[in-house]
């Protein structure tokens, strides 16, 4: 206790505070606490399953990537495969062309 009187030790305060705070402690408890962890915990799920949504898309985006360069890959092998093949018949028709105008030309001649 202070010499100047300020504080005053009040047990019948200090009850009665004791006895509202328990009071509002359990109507709390009772009426407001539950929702409110339910509100949480329904949060922290709604988040866990946007998480586990965003991985399940990652992992099939990484997926069709893979299937997408492997698409990719077999196309320009199939357009380099066609590119020589109509090379060596570019190569057959100039051969037998210019066979033929020898040919022509010796037969001319």
Do not use: C, Y
Request: hydrophobic share 50%; no cysteine.
């Amino acid at each position: 206790m202070l010499a100047s009187g300020l504080i005053k030790v009040a047990p019948g305060l200090m009850i009665w505070t004791l006895i509202a705070f328990a009071i509002t402690f359990f109507v709390l408890r009772k009426f407001a606490f539950g929702p409110i962890q339910k509100t949480i915990d329904d949060r922290r799920d709604r988040i866990q399953q946007a998480i586990d949504e965003a991985d399940n898309a990652r992992t099939e985006a990484r997926s069709l990537l893979e299937q997408h360069r492997t698409l990719i890959a077999e196309a320009k092998s199939e357009s380099a495969d066609i590119l020589a093949e109509a090379r060596k018949v570019a190569d057959a028709q100039i051969a037998r062309a210019k066979e033929e105008a020898e040919a022509e030309r010796q037969r001319r001649l």
